[in-house]
């Protein structure tokens, strides 16, 4: 498969595993506890800040990045020369592939000028084989005159599975116009129907007969037609009531479809119009209702975000936007009962993200509202990103807690996502191993007895309390232990701080 090269890109590919990991301090909780994220920071930082906790487990992200049109914008800078934009989305896409769940999937808002370099470079890191689709959405409803080429009308999204093998979207549901060509004309018990043809263009001379319709017509297939079905399977159909001759009985025979026996929903195209998921102007409108005097310049439309999360996830679901914006793609999730993290840089995590998410949680109206019956309530913690988990020096940062420690430690040897909720020195147990920690004396005090360093009384502690037959993996200050005695309890001994590597 061939590559896309650029200059510096060997630094783009090492920045991804290089970038330190910096702890996510919770700075206030907005509504209900819930476990939604607004994170205001570099999200190169924050992705990487996330993985200890969401490693393979975000089922949808959907992304909108600065297009790199060379222009300026009120709200982000949009003019990256094209090998610094190019080794941007590299390092961050890398990451969050890592927080992708095995059947989730990446939708990524793009335009023209890097549509073609962003597949190229989403090939490499996806691997050609988990390419979807390109989505092509209509975001203008009308020509521009004063352009000087070509007036642009439409984006691409760009759509990739971690696993194609795996991952599904979701039916869409069916709109009332596609219900409403389901109709009882015969009062059949079994439901509505529509009519299929039963005429097929490759031609077979065995089902290429004469059929009698109900008035004593005689009808054949169309030239150089035969029918879909056999003279035995026709007559089966007909006594079955699945064929219908019109109301008069002497129509063409058509097989009847119940809406009971098609699919609960309807397949997504690859052309979405702006009367089916709104276009530019519908999101500022959407914008303006919660904050009027600083309009956001390039917003998304909640419909558009609505489609997308229909069809990548379901109720319950964690969705990640690491280019939150104006915060649309949080205030659809929050809507549509899913769980989110937002992440974005700016000054409009505070005057648009949070303005608008707080407006979902008291109910107000706009947007997907109405249509995804939202009422009220939910909640989510405003976080920013802190120091550093790891000092230059190797050492941990002192603010660092026993609950992140044990988080980064057991991602970093099972690259699972922890719990969030790690309280004892058991982290837990992957294929047979149990993982322990003991930091800040998390068996009652600082003195070796106590937690810190592994003695005889703490293992023996460790083991009534903790018990595990098979292997163990205990980090800790120091050991006091002989080899011999950890090689007879299966233990292997890990030395915190010079141990841990959790880059």
Known sequence: MPFLDWVNKNEAIEVAKNVPYHLIKKQKKYGEDTENLLIQGDNLLALKALKPYFANKIRCVFIDPPYNTQSAFTHYDDKLEHSQWLTMMYSRISLIRDLMATDGSLWISIDDDEAHYLKVICDEIFGRENFVSNVVWQKKFSPQNDAKWLSDNHDHILVYAKNKNIWRPNLLPRSEDAKARYKNPDNDPRGNWTSGDVSVKTYNSNTDFPITTPSGRIVNPPSGYCWRYSKEKLEELISENRIWFGEKGDNVPRIKRFLTDVKDGV??????????????????????????????????????????????????????DSFLGSGTTAAVAHKMNRKYIGIEFGEHAKTHCIPRLVQVIKGERGGVSESTGWKEGGGFNFCTLSSPAFLETGLINPEISFEDLASFIWHFETKLPSNGDLKTPLLGVHEDTAYYLLYNGILGDRKPAGGNVLTKDVLKAIDKIYPHNGPKVIYGETTRLGSSRLDAEKITFKQIPYDINVI
């Not at 102007?281 to 309009?295: I, S, W």
């Open 267 to 320: 397949t997504a195209m690859t052309v979405w119009t702006y009367d089916e998921v709104g276009h530019n102007q519908d999101a500022k409108k959407e914008v303006k209702l919660f904050n009027e005097a600083d309009v956001f310049d390039t917003p998304k439309p909640e419909k558009l975000m609505s489609k997308i999360l229909a069809l990548a996830s379901n109720e319950g679901d964690f969705v990640l």
